[in-house]
């Protein structure tokens, strides 16, 4: 299975882009990079996921590097309400099940 | 839609006591999972079930059962808590396709 490495915590100013990395460098070819976060004590939440391309929704930019061994979550503009653990998760692929490991995560803090 | 809920939200047990939890999700979804977490860190899969009938070992499923009682609902039970069993329990689900989980708000159980 492939690992993920992540920094611990980081901080970011209200209204500023948050770009926070991740490692993957052992990821194989067929599996995809998701993206979780975690608001204190509730359940996770999905935001985004990719192959190779760089991928945008209404939450956050995803960008892979060409070589796949990293990847980027990008909030464009963080508010308050983007202070969580934000969690970079290889899938597993499997034939009967979509099994996830979460990590430590990076706990993001957004400043006024 | 509900997505997945979770019941109960807390749990007090005294050590050797036990306990369901309960989940269901309303998103007509194959795969269902449980998880702890345990402060300050990431999710630990407990066990989970790819489709109805079928429930197999995660990471940590040592003390737990589960049943897939039918394709919304799966239970968690804890025949004789210990305190090490205390921590927050999510349930969640997945579909086919873009397979990100869904989380359920958690259950806080403590052991005491």
């Known amino acids: 299975d492939a690992k993920t490495t992540q920094p611990p915590s980081m901080d970011c100013a209200e209204g500023r882009a948050a770009n926070l990395p991740c490692n993957h460098s052992?990821?194989?070819?067929?599996?995809?990079v998701y993206w979780y976060r975690q608001i204190h004590s509730q359940g996770p939440q999905y935001i985004i996921h990719g192959l190779k391309n760089n991928e945008t929704n209404e939450m956050a930019s995803l960008i892979i590097t060409e070589d796949r061994k990293s990847s980027t979550l990008i909030l464009p503009h963080a508010t308050l309400r983007d202070t969580a653990v934000y969690y970079c998760?290889?899938?597993?692929?499997?034939?009967?099940?979509?099994?996830?490991?979460f990590g430590p995560g990076t706990s993001l803090s957004v400043i006024p | 839609n509900a997505g997945v809920t979770q019941t109960p939200k807390f749990q007090v047990l005294k050590t050797g006591q036990s306990m369901t939890l309960q989940c269901a999700q309303d998103m007509n979804h194959n795969s269902m999972y449980w998880y702890r977490q345990d402060p300050g860190m990431g999710l630990r899969l407990i066990y989970y079930s790819a489709s109805e009938g079928t429930t197999d070992k995660g990471e940590v499923p040592n003390g737990y059962n589960v049943s897939r009682l039918n394709k919304r609902e799966f239970s968690l039970r804890l025949e004789s808590a210990a305190p090490s069993q205390t921590s927050v329990y999510f349930c969640a689900s997945s579909g086919t396709g873009r397979n990100e989980q869904f989380f359920g708000p958690g259950t806080r159980l403590t052991v005491l």
């Open positions: 998760i290889v899938r597993v692929p499997s034939t009967s099940y979509d099994k996830v490991i």
């Open positions: 052992t990821i194989s070819g067929n599996e995809y």
